[in-house]
């Protein structure tokens, strides 16, 4: 959990308190909304803090309310000049990043006053922070709102722990670059230490946009940026289970109980409570209402929608255009299948109070949810919470996240109102027990993944990343580590040396052939072997034919094709597992020339027991996108044969299975009893090798990347400084 001594500042657009001017002054309310109910259970464990913007406060009030709101609330307001405000929150928060991310493209509007607007807003809540922050602190940054201002802090504070959360869905980056300023949003992202998401797609939507848009690739959600670890994980969204399990005893809910009961008597009450927005899908669902009353002409009379829409945004054109087409639909199928007793839409144009919506909760049969696209939706959430276990049925968007939890609702597709009609008849149908079957699964999961253990689990997962990223520092080699290595290798009786060759001795090229060793290195690898004690080894996935024209001619042991070939020194080449099998790459070769026919600037070089595919020159975001795709089908078509897929420093290879540096090393030296061990690389290649080596052993991974190796270097430079000094010390 949170370490004690650490103080939580929570930073998000508004503050978990609305302020209200009345004719006797100002009136503070505490905010329910779901995130503020969670942290409130840090408060016990640490002292947390709120950065937010409080809506519009007249000057002469901002005093008192900066007062009032730091000692009753702990929270610090930052004040946005009004016309400000409206560029950055209405302006490009809403009209440009939440239709973007919403995947509605066609609805976003750009402007570059509305962009300055923004990323001047996300500064002042970083004066703000900057004023409160102490060493220490873990600092929580909410949503979409807010995208700039994890590197506005990295930069000021590079210690600084930082995470993120976004409440709302990711696209895909095709649709993410459609913003002017996407780059700028994302290496703001990458300035955290987690990003965290509410499903597994909205986490990898932003894992790919960060690798087609910025070029950095992740191993498992682990982005590295520069020498710092950046996690990429998923954290659905919870509810306060017990608040709403347990609030249809309160004696305020059972009264709205009785009323809706009275007001609605015995039909069968299907209901949908969303915010005005396109978001939502609410036309579709009276669309699908309409349609479901024309198929089942039984259900007339018997049958009620409660549609609750809570106002949002009425002043600008989009959104009162939408409560217009509502209000139309609504109209109309009353007016087509409504009677002078019977009105099958009862609409509700207003906020709900606590007891209001979990009355309406308790009574209803059918929980109708179906926005186009939304980050969680906690409503359908808090709808099973009050049911209980107990009988209901939840028709589900399968675009809201919550549809990936909640796997025994009736999911469906917005855009059909033929899907959602038959779902509702489906709902209206469904025997007592298995609503209450279905009902039992889904509770229980929400029980389990309440808003306290969202909570706790994020934090649990930015100190494991903290832990990572300060291991990775730790490894980078620094002088006296250097000197530790020299002073063991003088020691040593027998050393052994196992150096990988590109982008370890020498940089990589464009090509294969232009990576040939310069006098530099040659000279400092003949010295290494000249020493009757070193055992001196390169390692290297090339061909043999070129390891030999290049360095055949060194008193050294050389490994091709990653130990597919093995040349000792003064000895021939022999391959280490019999004959090359070329079966496998008559199936294989046609893939890789159909992605080199796809992919300009990429090629496929064959070895004797590998396929590499290489895309050094081609296009890096087309060519590392391919590069996913490539390893997919293959990984898919090679399940049963007897190779591996890998992927590589710009290359996917195939090779036999079994074929690996580190078989090398456990079959030819791991009893050897050498009583020293350098061993160098920078490819996941080399991952294998540093494995397979004893703890005591000196393992190097070329740049600061995540890796098994005890150390890390940055460059090819960095390596060959360090061979020179120990060839100076032999």
């Known amino acids: 959990m949170v370490r004690q001594s650490s103080r939580i500042l929570i930073v998000a657009n508004r503050l978990p308190v609305s302020i209200k001017k009345t004719d006797e002054g100002l009136v503070y309310t505490p905010s329910a909304g779901g995130l503020a109910t969670g942290l409130r259970s840090l408060q016990g464990e640490s002292d947390t803090c709120w950065i937010g913007w409080p809506g519009h406060v007249p000057k002469e009030y901002k005093p008192e309310v900066e007062q009032h709101l730091s000692k009753k609330h702990g929270a610090f307001p930052v004040f946005l000049p009004e016309s400000l405000a409206m560029r950055y929150y209405a302006g490009y928060s809403n009209r440009t990043l939440w239709p973007i991310l919403h995947s509605l493209p066609t609805l976003a509007r750009y402007s570059a006053p509305e962009w300055e607007a923004y990323r001047k807003a996300n500064h002042l809540f970083f004066r703000t922070l900057k004023e409160h922050y102490q060493p220490g602190d873990i600092i929580w940054i909410h949503d979409y709102h807010l995208m700039l201002l ?407 042991t050389i490994v091709a094709e990653h130990g597919g070939w093995i040349r000792p020194r003064g000895m021939e080449w022999f391959p280490s597992v019999g004959h090359s099998e070329e079966l496998w790459k008559r199936d294989i070769r046609p893939i890789m020339d159909l992605f080199v026919e796809r992919i300009p600037g990429s090629f496929v070089e064959e070895k004797d027991f590998s396929l590499v595919w290489h895309f050094r020159k081609a296009d890096r975001e087309s060519a590392t996108g391919a590069a996913r795709e490539l390893l997919d089908t293959l990984a898919n078509i090679t399940t049963n044969m007897n190779i591996q897929v890998l992927p590589g420093n710009k290359t996917v290879e195939v090779r036999h299975f079994g074929i690996n540096k580190g078989s090398y090393y456990t079959r030819y030296h791991s009893a050897a009893g050498h009583d020293f061990i350098l061993a160098v690389g920078d490819d996941w290649t080399d991952e294998d090798l540093f494995a397979a080596l004893p703890p005591t052993a000196y393992s190097i991974k070329v740049a600061p990347r995540i890796t098994r190796a005890r150390l890390n270097v940055r460059t090819v430079e960095d390596v060959r400084a360090l061979l020179g000094d120990l060839a100076e010390a032999t």
């Open 150 to 556: 994890p590197q506005f802090v990295r930069e000021e504070f590079p210690e600084a722990t930082i995470g993120f959360f976004l409440h709302i869905p990711f696209p895909h980056s095709d649709i993410f670059r459609l913003i002017p300023q996407h780059r700028e949003i994302l290496r703001g992202l990458l300035a955290v230490d987690l990003a965290g998401f509410h499903t597994h797609d909205y986490a990898q939507a932003f894992l790919g946009s960060v690798r087609r848009l910025i070029g950095y690739d992740n191993t498992l959600g682990q982005i590295l940026v520069g020498e710092r670890i950046v996690q990429a994980d998923v954290f659905p969204m919870g509810i306060d289970f017990e608040r709403y399990s347990t609030a249809s005893a309160d004696p305020s809910v059972q009264q709205e109980i009785a009323v809706i009961r009275n007001t609605l008597r015995t039909r069968k009450v299907v209901f949908s409570v969303s915010r005005l927005d396109y978001t939502k899908g609410i036309p579709q669902s009276v669309s699908a209402v309409a349609e479901f009353l024309s198929r089942y002409p039984q259900w007339h009379g018997t049958f009620v929608y409660v549609l609750v829409v809570v106002p949002s945004r009425e002043n600008v054109d989009q959104y009162a255009s939408l409560k217009r087409e509502i209000d139309e639909m609504v109209g109309r199928t009353n007016s087509s299948f409504g009677s002078i007793g019977w009105q099958p839409i009862r609409y509700i144009y207003r906020s709900l109070k606590f007891a209001e919506l979990v009355g309406l909760y308790n009574v209803a049969d059918v929980a109708l949810i179906t926005p186009l696209r939304d980050g969680m939706n906690l409503i359908a959430k808090e709808f099973l919470a009050v049911k209980n276990e107990g009988p209901g049925v939840l028709v589900l968007s399968e675009f809201t996240g919550a549809a990936k939890e909640l796997l025994e609702a009736l999911v469906v597709h917005p855009h059909s109102k033929e899907d959602i009609a038959e779902a509702i008849h489906r709902a209206l149908e469904m025997p007592e027990d298995e609503q209450r079957r279905r009902n039992v699964f889904m509770a229980q999961r929400l029980h389990s993944h309440d808003i306290h253990a969202w909570v706790r689990r994020f934090f649990e997962r930015l100190k494991e990343v903290q832990d990572v990223s300060r291991n990775l520092a730790v490894k980078i080699l620094d002088g006296k580590t250097r000197t530790a290595i020299l002073k063991s290798y003088r020691e040593a009786h027998r050393p052994l040396l196992l150096l990988d060759y590109d982008g370890t001795l020498v940089p990589f090229a464009t090509h294969p052939e232009g990576a040939k060793p310069d006098g530099a290195i040659l000279h400092t690898l003949t010295q290494l072997a000249a020493h009757e004690r070193n055992s001196l080894v390169i390692v290297s996935g090339r061909d043999r034919g070129t390891l030999d024209s290049w360095l055949g001619s060194l008193p050294l």
